[in-house]
């Protein structure tokens, strides 16, 4: 019941005197105490001390293995749950492994474990989402959804979820189309059973996030505002509501609404900084957000001093990625219009490099060789400035439609450049 109402250190503390009392009665060889050791784990884990549940998911295990039948179903779910820990301290791989062993266990013994080999084909598809492995989580995915059809009510909380999980990677994708096609249906069913609910606010989330995208601000701008109110219900303070805000923040920059945008992004921020390691990616792209809200606000500082703290979190956990690079180019273009190019040039440089092993053809590359060419020119380095602006325009053409704005652009400044380097 504790772990119903999310109750979980107050659980703990009566799953471990059960555990206590059980192991005095020399029992300890029992699967009722693997039972309680998994719920243990689930409570640890729900708790985010995953050392602690994984030992405990293991100790599980053991223990269940030890029965008369060690491939029967339950030994299955046993597994899962120590993939479960092992997916969320980052080692994919070994989740992999355990959610495939446990789904092999599942199918010899339908139908009757058809429940827990659709959840557990949910639960490895994710996993290979989590490895890029987009096609197998797919198909995965489809397994899982289809299995379920067979036996589930199609109102079922369970179908939400994977049509919802299906989504995201059909996103991840790239196929925005069908993801929104998938929250959807997601969507009609968990307004039907679940109408205020944090699964509810959450497919409203990725359905407004996948609009925004999509130039649609105001459609956006709604689902946010129906999704907020939802957690403002169910779960006020928490790390879902300050990802709901992070984006109802960005979705009032969108539409101008700077001082809405600023407070909202503040807010997210606070709750993220509650409930995230500080050191967290999310904490960094909201404070990022803040910055940009800020500069387009005419407060260039202030934006310079988000951006120092965005930049600091993603040097330290993804050093060398996009969205550090990303942040570099903000903070030297700020640091630009503050008459300091010398620092700008430095910080457009390293930015470059990056790009070039992560991402070496795309939008961000052709923006910010194209800054890099507009400090070298400042300073009078025509020579780097020509080759910058050259890399910018050849990757705008290569990834941008013929005659975009942001070619000919790159196109006029470059020829500026040999006009005066040249005097043609």
């Known amino acids: 019941c504790l772990i119903d109402v999310g109750d979980h250190v107050g659980a703990i503390g009566i799953l471990e005197q059960s555990l206590t009392i059980m192991r005095q009665w020399r029992q300890g060889e029992h699967v009722n105490v693997a039972h309680v050791l998994r719920q243990l784990s689930r409570c640890y884990k729900s708790c985010d001390n995953l050392p602690k549940a994984t030992r405990l998911a293991e100790e599980a295990l053991s223990t269940v293995n030890a029965t008369p ?62 490895k890029n492995m987009l096609r197998e989580a797919i198909a995965t995915l489809e397994e899982s959804l289809t299995l379920q059809l067979s036996f589930l009510p199609k109102l079922h909380s369970d179908v939400a979820r994977t049509l919802y999980n299906l989504g995201l990677v059909y996103k991840k994708a790239g196929n925005v189309c069908k993801a929104m096609e998938l929250y959807r249906e997601s969507l009609s069913i968990l307004e039907h059973i679940l109408p205020v609910h944090v699964d509810t606010a959450n497919v409203l989330n990725s359905i407004a996030s996948c609009l925004l995208q999509r130039g649609q601000v105001s459609e956006c701008l709604q689902l946010l505002l129906r999704s907020r109110d939802i957690l403002a219900q169910v779960s006020p303070v928490s790390e879902k509501m300050g990802t709901v805000l992070n984006n109802l923040g960005m979705c009032y920059d969108s539409k101008n609404m700077l001082r809405e945008a600023i407070s909202t992004l503040k807010e997210s921020l606070t709750l993220r900084q509650s409930f995230l390691h500080k050191v967290h990616p999310s904490v960094a792209s909201t404070l990022y957000n803040l910055g940009s809200v800020h500069e387009k606000a005419g407060d260039v500082r202030k934006a310079i001093e988000l951006y120092r703290e965005s930049l600091s979190i993603r040097e330290h956990i993804i050093p060398v990625h996009v969205d550090t690079a990303d942040v570099l180019n903000k903070l030297a273009v700020c640091l630009f219009q503050q008459g300091q190019a010398t620092k700008c040039l430095q910080l457009l440089l390293r930015s470059r490099d990056i790009l070039t092993q992560v991402s070496p053809v795309s939008e961000t590359m052709g923006t910010v060789c194209f800054n890099l060419g507009s400090c070298c020119i400042q300073l009078s380095r025509l020579g780097e400035a020509e080759e910058a602006l050259s890399e910018s325009v050849r990757v705008r053409k290569t990834i941008l439609a013929p005659g975009h704005p942001c070619i000919t652009k790159a196109e006029e400044v470059l020829h500026d450049v040999w006009q005066t380097m040249y005097g043609f």
């Open 69 to 130: 039948d060690p491939r029967h179903p339950t030994v299955a779910v046993f597994i899962g749950q120590l993939a479960a820990c092992c997916k969320s301290a980052g080692d994919i791989d070994k989740a992999i492994r355990l959610r495939e062993q446990s789904i092999e266990i599942l199918r010899t013994n339908q139908p009757g474990s058809r429940g827990d080999l659709s959840n557990a084909l949910n639960d490895l598809g994710m996993c290979y989402d989590s």
